[in-house]
């Protein structure tokens, strides 16, 4: 994940057990990269798979609906024509 020249940056602090620091560490000497893109990265992949599995839910959500089930149906049933208004 590359990060823009214009975003702002700012120092966080938190706690990591020892052993996943020391994997972390690991894979930023094989990679050549720094801890902070490392944390970077996993932060913004976790933040995307949240935002996955609250649509997800969603859809759930919906589909689970009835009134709204056939409501989507109807406005569905256009067979893809498009209409000027």
Known sequence: MAL???SSMEKVTFNISTEL?????ALKED???SLSA???EAI???LKQKEIERWRRGVSMALEDK????LAK???SDNGDLYEY
């Open 38 to 40: 490392i944390y970077n």
């Open 21 to 25: 620091k020391e994997k972390v560490v």
């Open 67 to 70: 009134e709204y089930m056939a």
């Open 74 to 76: 109807e406005m569905g």
């Open 4 to 6: 823009s020249r214009n």
């Open 31 to 33: 990679l050549q990269i």
């Open 44 to 46: 913004a992949n976790y």
